[in-house]
């Protein structure tokens, strides 16, 4: 077999995948659009996805919080500015560091999850028996899971962010004995609400992307139990490069708006 020949079919390969995924997100929303809506399944996934995340970002955006916190102070004291940390904290966390963590931790836990969940009934075949049975397990299995990422990656971000503060609060308190009153004055004078809907459209953007990215992966799946960890590997995989790329693209358009 000649190189170009292999090469040729990987091109096909690959733009035929991106055919299908583009045609797997038109289903979606044509499929989330119209009835019957499965309300109680997307409640569901909503607890599955968000409150059994909190102890795992309520940990990492704690710690974030101090540690960032400490890296910064060092090089504000050598410039006579350590009473702008509190600012500094919140800039960081509110536009950057919030969105991006709560998008990685969930893609780990919740893409490779819905991947492997979707994957495993697809190749022992319980989705083709969800179809004989006259159930859309599109509308059941997917259209809830993404909703359900879609609405909550925002709300875990706003919850990492304030843990993530909570966290440099203690800190700074800790270290220039500053109130909790004046802390909160001091890192919330520079936030503005675009930067705080920045944040949540970077969110809801990435939750859609976690939950679209497994469920396709998923849908998919094939080749028995490897398929099933191929699945959940690629839907990590494959939603984190595509976060990165979405969170350029989203900070470039809200640093135009801000004249930056």
Do not use: H
Not at 9 to 21: L, R
Not at 32 to 59: K, M, N, T
Not at 161 to 182: D, R, W, Y
Not at 228 to 256: C, D, H, R, T
């Amino acid at each position: 077999m000649s190189r170009p020949y292999v090469i040729s079919k990987k091109a096909d390969s690959f733009f035929y995948s991106i055919y299908d995924a583009i045609l797997f997100i038109g289903r979606f929303f044509k499929e989330a659009v119209q009835p019957p809506y499965e309300f109680q399944e997307i409640v569901r996934q909503c607890y599955e996805i968000g409150y059994r995340s909190l102890p795992l970002i309520s940990l990492t955006g704690f710690i974030t919080g101090i540690v960032f916190t400490k890296q910064s102070r060092p090089s504000l004291i050598e410039f006579g500015a350590a009473s702008w940390l509190p600012s500094l904290v919140a800039i960081a966390i509110v536009r950057a560091l919030a969105p991006l963590i709560t998008a990685l931790i969930s893609a780990g836990r919740v893409g490779s999850s819905i991947g492997a969940e979707l994957g495993s009934m697809r190749v022992t075949e319980q989705i083709d028996a969800m179809e004989v049975s006259a159930v859309n397990p599109f509308k059941f299995l997917v259209v809830s899971r993404v909703l359900a990422t879609t609405i909550t990656i925002p709300i875990l971000m706003l919850y990492c962010a304030l843990v993530g503060m909570l966290g440099a609060f203690l800190n700074v308190s800790q270290n220039e004995e500053t109130n909790f009153v004046a802390f909160w004055e001091s890192a919330f004078d520079q936030i503005t609400f675009l930067d705080v809907w920045a944040s949540v459209i970077k969110a809801i953007v990435f939750g859609f992307t976690i939950g679209i990215v497994g469920c396709y992966k998923g849908y998919y799946a094939n080749k028995g139990t490897e398929g099933v960890g191929k699945a959940a590997n690629s839907s990590v995989v494959l939603s984190m490069f595509l976060i990165f790329i979405e969170e350029v693209i989203i900070v470039q358009i809200a640093n135009s708006i801000r004249g930056y």
